[in-house]
């Protein structure tokens, strides 16, 4: 079956535009996290959706990043002012549910001039 | 809080040799979720294996094994017969059972493994 997808795969922006990066997660899995990927940082969490709960937030490194799940589907992920730091692969996944392995998209490659 | 410490950052092998990935992690938990995902040079991270706490036994699946072992927290990763295609980059990963953080993944740095033909 289709795996998760993420749009666009590659994204450049100059600093200080916002940008919105889109995730589809696997049909049926109730479960959708963000991470990012970079040289310094490695991998980190960033935000996680979980059915109807409330979100949880604790990985956003600032209040210029905020992510959003419509429908208990596809999420959005919202980076406003952005910065140079920002400059990351974002990493999209889902599981069935907590405790399930999670699968990754392919990921939006962000650059910030 | 939780950790996860890959020491090897680069790994060399001539194809068919064995080589092992280190893993050890740390937590207070007594419920958690270990995980293997692989991330070759098309960037895409592949999943390979989960396991939880309660369960020890070693699990094979192919060239691949792994060897849990809570006395020393570890969760090492073995290729057998290495091959060109296992050149990639590996991660591991920890998940804590309960709690508010319930559903978020912590990931090791990461082992560069490269085979050589």
């Known amino acids: 079956g289709a795996g998760v997808s993420q749009s666009p795969s590659n994204k450049v922006t100059e600093k200080g535009k916002d940008v919105e990066l889109r995730c589809d997660p696997i049909s049926g899995h109730t479960a959708l996290y963000w991470y990012r990927q970079s040289l310094g940082q490695g991998l980190e969490f960033l935000i996680y959706?979980?059915?109807?709960?409330?979100?949880?937030k604790s990985g956003l490194p600032s209040d210029r990043f905020s992510a959003e799940r419509t429908g208990g589907s596809v999420s959005t992920l919202t980076i406003q002012r952005t910065q140079q730091e920002d400059s990351a692969v974002y990493l999209c996944a889902s599981s069935l549910s907590d405790n399930y392995e999670q699968y990754f998209g392919p990921g939006t490659r962000l650059t910030v001039t | 809080a939780q950790k996860v410490t890959q020491a090897q950052t680069e790994i060399s092998v001539v194809e068919k040799e064995d080589v092992t990935l280190d893993c050890v992690y740390e937590?207070?938990?007594?419920?958690?979720?270990l995980f293997w995902y692989k991330q070759p040079p098309s960037g895409e991270l592949v999943f390979l294996i989960r396991r939880n706490s309660f369960d020890e036994q070693n699990e094979i699946s192919g060239r691949y094994s792994w060897n849990f072992q809570k006395s020393t927290s570890s969760f090492n990763f073995t290729i057998t017969a290495s091959q060109v295609v296992d050149s990639a980059v590996y991660f591991c990963?920890?998940?804590?059972?309960?709690?508010?953080?319930?559903?978020?993944?912590?990931f090791g740095r990461g082992t560069q493994l490269t085979v050589w033909p």
């Open positions: 959706f979980q059915g109807n709960s409330a979100p949880d």
């Open positions: 990963a920890l998940k804590i059972g309960r709690g508010s953080t319930l559903g978020r993944l912590y």
């Open positions: 937590t207070r938990d007594t419920t958690y979720y």
